[in-house]
């Protein structure tokens, strides 16, 4: 049986959404509801010194007054799959860690540096670091007491090849050995890493589709290879050309001009809508329009490869 047409918007809360993320919800949002999907929200606040619940509450009202109500999800986690706020979610992630703990395929490292970006997404654009196996104890399956504090929790990738199609980009593929490297599933911290939480979340909301960055693009292998260890089924992939400034790089919550409290200031959201649509390349035109009105005619293949400058 065909499961449900189901995508999910999942923003951190470490500040106010800007015209990048708005742009990646609306195109989420188009894509399941032209096909009669749901929609899920997702808060990923696994990072508590940049997550804030205050900028959580502003990103529903700015999803609510562009007219992108989610089906499920949010603060209040309307759903039988909630909670969906990531760190109200702990138990989930602790059992799937010991899924992978009691598989042997966990060991504990003492490198610091990419634990502490464990819990964002992982944008190419960051300069990530391949890492070589500093701590890794030989080859799987380890042994070891996974209650040991004081140590991050790196997942042992395999020199394999993973292999996928994406909606925009096609064929795709990455050594995960090469590519990827051993990559963390647990902070020191006890924080749960991004790469574990996100397929864990994607698989127990029966996400379909998972359309975002294409700065996220390398992430998928080590995701697919994280959904066939803990058994599920991996969701489409639909990774979306960067909104970028003049100078090239892609849009942040540093660029405050393009932030949401500027762009309500600025557009109606008829207005913002239109203008977001016509840079997606899925409107001729950047006349006002509601998200609904663009729905009925909505063609994910308008967006094409390049990148947007705004």
Request: proline share 5%; hydrophobic share 35%; charged share 25%.
């Given at each position: 049986?065909?499961r449900?047409i189901?995508g999910?918007?999942?923003p951190?809360p470490?500040?106010?959404?800007?015209l990048g993320n708005?742009?990646t919800a609306l195109?989420?949002?188009?894509?399941?509801?032209s096909?009669?999907?749901?929609?899920?929200?997702?808060?990923?606040?696994?990072?508590?010194?940049?997550?804030?619940?205050?900028h959580?509450?502003?990103?529903?009202d700015d999803?609510?007054w562009?007219?992108?109500e989610?089906?499920e999800?949010?603060?209040e986690?309307?759903g039988?799959?909630?909670p969906y706020v990531?760190?109200?979610?702990?138990?989930?992630y602790?059992?799937?860690?010991?899924r992978?703990?009691d598989?042997?395929?966990v060991?504990?490292?003492?490198?610091?540096?990419?634990?502490?970006?464990?819990t964002q997404?992982p944008?190419q654009s960051?300069?990530?670091?391949?890492?070589?196996?500093t701590?890794r104890?030989?080859?799987p399956?380890f042994?070891?007491d996974t209650?040991?504090?004081?140590c991050?929790?790196?997942?042992?990738v395999?020199d394999c090849e993973i292999?996928?199609?994406?909606?925009?980009?096609?064929r795709?593929?990455?050594?995960?050995?090469?590519?990827?490297?051993d990559?963390v599933?647990r902070?020191a911290d006890?924080?749960?890493?991004?790469q574990?939480?996100?397929?864990a979340?994607d698989a127990?909301?029966g996400?379909?589709?998972?359309?975002?960055?294409c700065?996220?693009l390398l992430s998928?292998?080590?995701q697919?290879?994280?959904y066939?260890?803990?058994?599920f089924e991996?969701?489409?992939?639909?990774?979306?050309p960067?909104?970028?400034?003049?100078?090239?790089?892609?849009?942040s919550k540093?660029d405050?001009?393009l932030s949401?409290?500027?762009?309500r200031?600025?557009y109606?959201?008829e207005?913002?809508i239109?203008h977001?649509?016509?840079?997606?390349?899925?409107s001729d035109?950047d006349?006002p329009?509601t998200?609904?009105e663009?729905a009925?005619?909505?063609?994910?293949n308008?967006?094409g490869r390049?990148d947007?400058?705004?």
């Amino acid at each position: 049986m065909d499961r449900p047409i189901t995508g999910r918007f999942a923003p951190s809360p470490s500040g106010r959404m800007h015209l990048g993320n708005i742009y990646t919800a609306l195109l989420s949002w188009l894509s399941v509801k032209s096909r009669g999907g749901r929609w899920i929200l997702r808060i990923e606040d696994l990072d508590p010194q940049r997550s804030r619940h205050e900028h959580a509450v502003m990103i529903e009202d700015d999803l609510r007054w562009l007219g992108l109500e989610p089906d499920e999800g949010g603060l209040e986690g309307k759903g039988e799959a909630g909670p969906y706020v990531q760190s109200l979610r702990g138990d989930i992630y602790e059992a799937m860690f010991g899924r992978l703990a009691d598989a042997g395929l966990v060991y504990p490292c003492r490198c610091r540096r990419a634990d502490t970006l464990a819990t964002q997404a992982p944008h190419q654009s960051d300069g990530r670091i391949v890492y070589r196996g500093t701590c890794r104890p030989g080859t799987p399956p380890f042994s070891c007491d996974t209650a040991v504090s004081g140590c991050a929790w790196r997942l042992y990738v395999p020199d394999c090849e993973i292999v996928f199609d994406d909606v925009i980009y096609g064929r795709n593929s990455a050594n995960l050995a090469r590519d990827c490297g051993d990559f963390v599933v647990r902070r020191a911290d006890r924080a749960w890493a991004y790469q574990l939480a996100v397929v864990a979340d994607d698989a127990l909301m029966g996400v379909t589709e998972v359309v975002r960055g294409c700065d996220l693009l390398l992430s998928t292998a080590q995701q697919i290879y994280l959904y066939g260890l803990l058994g599920f089924e991996p969701p489409v992939f639909c990774h979306l050309p960067l909104l970028c400034n003049s100078a090239g790089q892609r849009l942040s919550k540093r660029d405050s001009s393009l932030s949401m409290e500027s762009l309500r200031r600025d557009y109606t959201p008829e207005k913002l809508i239109g203008h977001i649509a016509a840079l997606a390349g899925i409107s001729d035109s950047d006349r006002p329009v509601t998200a609904d009105e663009l729905a009925a005619t909505f063609d994910i293949n308008k967006v094409g490869r390049k990148d947007k400058t705004v």
